[in-house]
């Protein structure tokens, strides 16, 4: 997605950008505000009555998804629950199935039938999108288990909420990783509230990291506000899973600047308006614009040009995505068990 015209010739980089690309480091820049406006539409068209069912939002939490897939290949797995439109943009779904699935379309990534919660691609390597919370958790270390037991080094990044670390399947999940030594790194994407259950009323430790140490396991609390950050931890997590086979639990902190999903208020009883506006001050997209003016790689010129070119792309999504047919009744019976 990178306009190499618009870029301003780079000073020498600092350390803090480990060597990236200017070509990487503004194709995140693009993924992180396709994600958010993506997420902008998809709010408008589920108020317009477009999108039905749940409907679970990104905004605020897009660094979290750019720096760690950032650090895989197109071979490595990634699989999360329901909060996973923006995941899916950084694993390389196309946008526009995604957007047709919201809107259960035939043309969506599960041909309109699985909706916002179970975007699903088995070519990017995307095992979903899953509703009930935990219930990934098993999967996600049967896929490392996978690529051990074939002697690939493929490793399986597996996204949770900050509440899924209290649910048994959590717990049977990382047992079995440390115990077998499996290639997975679980990554906890704590915005700090569970529906409307913040982490203190919800969980025995405030460093969800520490659930590692019962599995022995690497551990690690990273700010998720920061794209480069969640690229250097996640990307020591992977290196050494690659190396070893071990997986590693890291608690990434992050904030969700909407309701729980679209049925649910912004700010509800369970936080402050001033809360949500305190974290929007360390937003991730301001924040590494900022990173990337002082090191000298964007101007306020190629902000502009990239503000209008992902307007553009979000709008072909939802051109995309409302040409597209409906799923035919005889598909009902489609697809619903494996043959
Ligand atoms: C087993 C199960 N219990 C309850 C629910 C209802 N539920 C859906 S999302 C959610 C909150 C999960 O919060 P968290 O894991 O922190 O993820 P976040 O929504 O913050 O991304 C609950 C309780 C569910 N889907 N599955
Ligand atoms: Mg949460």
Redesign the pocket.
């Known amino acids: 997605m990178t306009d190499s015209a618009t870029v301003v010739a780079p000073k020498k980089q600092s350390s803090r950008l480990m060597g990236l690309s200017r070509e990487t480091l503004l194709k995140w820049y693009e993924e992180m505000l396709l994600m958010r406006r993506f997420e902008e539409k998809a709010a408008e068209l589920y108020r317009n009555g477009k999108i039905g069912g749940f409907c679970?939002l990104y905004n605020g939490q897009e660094a979290v998804s750019t720096g760690s897939v950032g650090a895989l290949t197109p071979d490595d797995y990634v699989i999360t629950?329901?909060?996973d439109h923006g995941l899916a943009i950084s694993k390389g779904v196309e946008p526009k199935a995604i957007m047709a699935e919201l809107l259960g379309k035939v043309t969506g990534t599960t041909k309109g039938k699985g909706g916002s919660m179970h975007i699903f691609d088995r070519e990017k390597n995307f095992l979903g999108g899953h509703?009930?919370?935990?219930?990934h958790i098993p999967l996600a270390t049967g896929a490392a288990f996978a690529s051990k037991y074939r002697g690939e080094k493929r490793v399986c990044l597996c996204y949770?909420?900050?509440?899924?670390t209290n649910?048994g399947a959590f717990h049977e999940g990382l047992n079995l990783a440390a115990l077998w030594k499996l290639p997975v790194i679980y990554i906890i994407?704590n915005?700090q509230?569970?529906?409307g259950t913040s982490v203190e009323r919800s969980s025995a430790v405030d460093d969800l990291s520490k659930k590692a140490l019962a599995y022995d396991m690497r551990r690690g609390v990273v700010n998720g506000s920061d794209v480069l950050e969640v690229y250097k931890a996640v990307k020591a997590a992977v290196e050494h899973a690659r190396q070893t086979y071990e997986p590693t639990l890291l608690d990434i902190r992050t904030f969700?600047y909407r309701g729980?999903s679209m049925s649910d208020p912004t700010h509800g009883h369970y936080r402050t308006k001033e809360e949500v506006e305190a974290y929007k001050s360390h937003d991730p997209i301001d924040l590494f614009a900022a990173i990337l003016k002082t090191e000298g790689i964007i101007d306020d010129t190629y902000l502009e040009k990239v503000e209008k070119k992902i307007k553009e792309i979000v709008t072909e999504c939802v051109e995309f995505a409302e040409t597209s047919p409906e799923p035919p009744p005889d598909d009902l019976w489609t697809d619903v068990y494996y043959e």
């Open positions: 679970h629950a329901y909060r509703a009930i919370v935990g219930s949770m909420g900050d509440g899924a649910i994407e915005n509230y569970s529906m969700r729980h």
